[in-house]
């Protein structure tokens, strides 16, 4: 049972990366789906989360109209599309998988880089 974060890279202000969240061993249309970040010397911060029952999402102020997560079942997978990235983005980016009455989540990925900078 696994999560696997992808898609970070080194991208200019305003550009645009797509994370990916890939479950193994589980399926994720049975899991609440929440990514967060952690910014060096930060604590860690709610990005995004999208409710497995309706699909219904929500975002962070910080992101809100620039990020877009999404599912894909047919792949097992959630996507973190990130658009007009600005260098306050820049942390390592985490997936969670949760049940939807739950407030603990029980898998998290282990991470990937997202570093925007000029």
């Known amino acids: 049972v696994q999560l696997q974060a992808s898609g970070g890279g080194l991208v200019q202000p305003g550009g645009s990366l797509r994370l990916s969240c890939a479950a193994s061993?589980?399926?994720?249309?049975?899991?609440?789906i929440g990514w967060f970040r952690q910014a060096p010397g930060k604590e860690r911060e709610w990005v995004s989360f999208?409710?497995?029952?309706?699909?219904?999402?929500y975002y962070a102020d910080s992101v809100k109209g620039r990020f877009t997560i999404s599912r894909d079942s047919a792949k097992n997978t959630v996507y973190l599309q990130m658009d007009n990235l600005k260098v306050e983005d820049t942390a390592i980016y985490y997936c969670?998988?949760?049940?939807?009455?739950?407030?603990?989540?029980?898998?998290w990925g282990q991470g990937t880089q997202v570093t925007v900078s000029s």
């Open positions: 061993g589980f399926t994720l249309d049975y899991y609440a």
């Open positions: 969670a998988a949760r049940f939807e009455l739950q407030t603990e989540y029980n898998y």
């Open positions: 999208i409710r497995r029952s309706d699909g219904i999402t």
